[in-house]
């Protein structure tokens, strides 16, 4: 996600401008600021013939009362909360020598900051603290807007039950909504839905709750693939073809999986919803049978991690149970709580860095991590700040999603030998690294 970034920079102990003003008899009196750097200053003796150009003369920065009429330091007006900002882009309008101009300053949280500025100007070393603004402007993120709108005759209705939302910053954004919901009489309810954060963003839509005596079940009406028209509809240069499953595949034969043409398969290791990590009631028998197939091998697990921690944790077991095993390909990382997403107390960024931790840890052993997730939550969410591998998720004829995959799961309603109902289909970019 690119945000723009904005600025106010508001000095502390004195104003610099270019306007050639005077200063106070206030700020002649200002106390030196210290430097351990040494300070070049411009120095004369009474002899014009023994005038010295440049001496080193001081250990300390000029005091700010010698800072002289034409300094120009012009910051932004603000700056985004989380976004990197040099000191450079932050006094975007000078004519001074920053000494460390790509230093990043601090945007982790809102408010007024403070940044330690040190800048030649005319041969002198000057050093101050300055004060600067960091906002958050950015609305709340709408992830599930009303999937499954429906809520069942004399039940309470709660907003916050059939809607998903995330704050790029709060981790306690808040839904409300107008219009009326009558649970005793079967209708439809249009209301406005509004989620707003801590700074004053809001992000608002319409929908409409169904109130009904009976929940729905999902339709399935797609159409079913076969591996071998997969196979041909994708007839890429430099691929490779491969299913991922779990326990609702049940038994699989993998040397029919195998002679239909696949060559690699990612099996779910297990999962975690927040009480025991539950191992895939499968996972052992189809790594043992995928091997023995001779199939390339990776695993996925699905988590709901809402800790840096938690997600070491689980990354420890899973390196646990590998009990140095070979794969051929990453651990794939699964986090798939989008329809409820404010019950987890994150905002965005919580939720990267704890992909983050979990691919730390698991490359402390040794193997490589991934990212799992569909096109709509990799360019909304997912910022991948490691550069890891992605498996994307986008069930569709041809994919539009612009960022860099290395496997793509291209459908979700597959048929091949070996496997009595439906699999996820796969393709490998094999020019694409998965480290």
């Not at 990197?84 to 920053?98: A, P, Q, Y």
């Not at 000494?99 to 601090?106: F, G, I, N």
Request: net charge negative; hydrophobic share 35%; charged share 25%.
């Amino acid at each position: 996600m690119k945000k723009t970034l904005y600025a106010i920079l508001l000095f502390s102990t004195f104003i610099l401008s270019a306007c050639g003003k005077t200063e106070s008899a206030e700020e002649s009196t200002a106390p030196t600021t210290e430097s351990a750097t040494t300070t070049v200053s411009t120095s004369t003796t009474s002899s014009a013939a023994e005038t010295t150009a440049a001496t080193e003369t001081t250990t300390e920065a000029a005091p700010i009362a010698d800072f002289p009429d034409g300094v120009i330091l012009k910051p932004l007006d603000s700056v985004e909360v989380y976004e990197d900002v040099t000191l450079s882009e932050l006094i975007n309008e000078k004519n001074v020598d920053l000494r460390d101009p790509d230093t990043l300053v601090d945007t982790s949280e809102t408010g007024v900051k403070s940044a330690n500025v040190v800048f030649t100007y005319e041969g002198v070393l000057y050093e101050t603290d300055v004060k600067y603004i960091v906002e958050d402007t950015t609305p709340p993120l709408t992830l599930n807007s009303g999937w499954t709108p429906y809520v069942k005759v004399g039940d309470t209705f709660d907003i916050d039950k059939l809607i998903g939302y995330a704050d790029n910053y709060d981790r306690h954004p808040h839904a409300v909504y107008s219009g009326d919901v009558d649970t005793s009489e079967v209708g439809n309810y249009p209301i406005t839905v509004t989620v707003s954060d801590s700074s004053g963003n809001e992000t608002s839509w319409d929908l409409t709750v169904l109130v009904l005596n009976e929940i729905p079940k999902p339709e399935d009406n797609n159409d079913r693939v076969t591996f071998a028209d997969f196979m041909d509809y994708y007839d890429y240069d430099d691929v490779s073809y491969g299913i991922d499953v779990s326990v609702w595949q049940s038994d699989i034969d993998f040397d029919a999986v195998r002679d239909a043409g696949c060559e690699f398969v990612l099996m779910r290791m297990g999962y975690y919803y927040g009480s025991d990590i539950v191992m895939d009631d499968y996972y052992k028998q189809n790594m043992a049978n995928a091997t023995a197939a001779g199939l390339d091998v990776g695993v996925y697990f699905y988590t709901a991690d809402n800790t840096e921690e938690g997600a070491r944790e689980r990354a420890r077991w899973i390196v646990e149970q590998l009990d140095g095993r070979k794969l051929d390909y990453p651990i794939a990382f699964d986090w798939e709580e989008w329809s409820t997403f404010q019950e987890y107390g994150m905002n965005i960024r919580d939720l990267n860095n704890v992909f983050e931790a979990f691919c730390d840890e698991v490359e402390k052993s040794g193997y490589t991590a991934m990212l799992y997730s569909s096109k709509n939550f990799l360019e909304s969410v997912w910022e991948n700040y490691g550069d890891h591998p992605v498996w994307l998720a986008h069930y569709t004829d041809e994919t539009d999603y612009e960022g860099d995959f290395a496997l793509w799961q291209a459908s979700a309603y597959g048929r091949i030998p070996g496997i009595g109902g439906d699999v996820d289909m796969n393709i490998r970019f094999n020019s694409e690294p998965l480290e």
